[in-house]
């Protein structure tokens, strides 16, 4: 396997890619999915280096050997260190392990993203706690966002004294200073926005091969 290849943008950022879940609604681990013959983690964690000289992917419990694999030596491979019953676990724990002042979050259920766009956010995330996408609708995609890594810890423990159980949402409802970046503005860096493409179920992933293959 190739070296990472980071690209020297000014101001470089964390990324962390969250590999712990149970993939309950896949029925198999989504980290290990393959698309056009590459596992997903193997893809994210490539696009990612493109930006980035600090990549760790967050397995939970799992073994590390699974990953070791098949990740570039580079990538950093760590394990929860919380039990919270969410991706915050996976989260925080990076968060205390990261080189960089801003952090780029995935899930590993995001094969097809662009390291220009997380860059885009990363340089929206300036002067703000977070820069997250927001569709028209109205929904958000926190799990594919830019986080001040300061500013996110102490959300994190601001969200779990007041909540217990948290998920990301929560964490953003405790910033007062979120650039939330429409998803319109992405579209120049990825026309389709492949990116927010969360594969969850079989359903999902047999639309990603049948898309592909057509």
Request: hydrophobic content about 40%; glycine content about 6%.
């Amino acid at each position: 396997m190739s070296s990472l290849n980071v690209r020297k943008y000014p101001g470089l950022v964390s990324a962390i890619i969250l590999a712990g879940g149970k993939s309950t609604r896949m029925g198999s681990d989504k980290a290990f999915l393959k698309f056009e013959g590459v596992p997903f983690i193997v893809a994210i964690t490539e696009e990612l280096s493109k930006i980035s000289d600090d990549v760790i992917v967050v397995i939970g419990k799992k073994r590390i050997s699974r990953f070791k694999r098949i990740l570039d030596p580079d990538v950093r491979i760590i394990k929860d260190h919380y039990n919270l019953g969410s991706p915050a676990s996976g989260i925080l724990t990076a968060l205390y392990l990261v080189k960089h002042p801003l952090a780029a979050v995935l899930g590993c259920d995001n094969p097809l993203v662009k390291a220009d766009v997380i860059d885009y956010l990363r340089r929206c995330c300036a002067h703000h706690q977070a820069s997250v996408p927001i569709w028209p609708s109205g929904q958000i995609e926190p799990l594919c966002s830019v986080y001040s890594v300061r500013d996110t810890r102490k959300a994190i423990h601001g969200a779990i004294a007041e909540y217990g159980k948290i998920g990301p949402r929560h964490i953003i409802g405790e910033m007062a200073n979120v650039n939330y970046v429409k998803v319109s503005k992405l579209r120049h860096y990825d026309k389709n926005m492949e990116s927010l493409v969360n594969v969850n179920s079989r359903r999902d992933y047999s639309r990603l091969l049948k898309v592909a293959k057509e």
